[in-house]
């Protein structure tokens, strides 16, 4: 079945649920320490899908997600938002993917563990029977979440389509997973330890990142978009570049901040605006997510959007 409405945006990629523990002052190793948990809707795919709708871009989420409560409470709030999940699959006799994450009192995170398998049910088949979802699209939005059968065929679908393709490499060993494709997509956004990971430098300031960045547009990339924290991102593309402060803001959970980031680098690209304004979008839709106790926050929105923006 094709969606009858015509996404702008194809995004394929993860969706699972995120469990989140924070202490209430600073965490203790080998004990137990008080604080709070929160259980929310996320994965990356899913999160990015769910930031484009809220920003009024029709978007298609292609995943998969488990035949259980979770994995209807998935596909109900990520169709809440607006995005269509009508083309993913359901997987039955599983359980839903899961991403567990321990925070600091500050809000960042000191480890995460996520068990991720269900996506593995998204096959090469799934996405070619549905190949003319990606034709009227103006961008593909991957995660290195699926099966590497399944990317290299998503992948081949963009080429037929010539469609641009961002991707979010999401965590080091899925950067090192995602390397062999890059030469075959449009955009990355990563943030300063995946970028290392990709090019095999360390960068300890501004200047060694726009290196880095530079480094990733020689696997074929047109921009490369490092984020570096506190820092704010280096942007580089074959003609341009530049640096874009963070936004100063009380950061409660960082988690989602960086799938925001690329949802509002590809609203500014796929509605025209030059890159260095699309990073900008990026950067306040981060900034919105840092200062939410949720994955994706529900006051996200384009008017929140443009007053949060740095100058």
């Known amino acids: 079945m094709i969606s009858t409405q015509w996404p702008e945006v194809v995004v394929v990629g993860c969706a699972c649920i995120d469990v989140k523990g924070r202490p209430v002052q600073s965490l203790m190793a080998g004990t ?8 929310s809707v996320g994965g990356s795919g899913r999160n990015i899908a769910d930031n484009l709708a809220r920003l009024g871009t029709r978007v298609a989420l292609v995943t998969a997600v488990s035949d259980d409560a979770f994995g209807r409470m998935i596909l109900e709030k990520t169709t809440a938002s607006g995005a269509d999940v ?3 699959i359901i997987v039955p006799d599983s359980s839903t993917d899961t991403y567990l994450a321990v925070l600091s009192s500050l809000g960042k995170m000191i480890v995460s563990v996520d068990d991720i398998r269900v996506i593995s049910a998204l096959t090469p088949a799934h996405i070619r029977e549905r190949h003319d979802l990606f034709s009227t699209a103006k961008m593909l939005v991957m995660d290195p979440n699926p099966a590497s059968r399944t ?23 899925l950067a090192h ?10 955009i990355i956004t990563c943030d300063v330890t995946e970028a290392e990971a990709l090019v095999g430098k360390h960068a300890a300031n501004v200047s060694d990142v726009a290196t880095v960045a530079q480094r990733l547009l020689s ?11 506190r820092e704010g991102l280096f942007y580089a593309t074959g003609e341009a570049s530049g640096h874009v402060p963070s936004v100063r803001c009380e950061v409660r959970d960082i988690t989602g901040a960086g799938d925001a980031l690329t949802a509002g680098v590809v609203y500014g690209l796929v509605n025209g605006f030059p890159i260095d304004e699309a990073v900008r979008l990026g950067a306040s839709a981060s900034a919105i997510t840092l200062m939410s106790d949720e994955t994706v926050s529900p006051e996200m929105g384009l008017e929140y959007l443009y007053q949060t923006m740095p100058t």
Not at 32 to 39: A, D, F, L, T, V
Request: charged fraction near 20%.
């Open 32 to 39: 137990s320490n008080p604080g709070e948990i929160k259980m």
């Open 86 to 88: 009508s083309e993913s």
């Open 177 to 186: 997973k995602i390397k062999p494709w890059l030469k075959y997509c449009s």
């Open 219 to 229: 696997f074929g990339l047109d921009i490369a978009i490092v984020t570096m924290r």
């Open 151 to 173: 990317i290299s065929a998503t992948l081949s679908i963009a080429r037929r389509h010539r469609l641009p393709v961002c991707v979010n490499p999401v965590s080091i060993p």
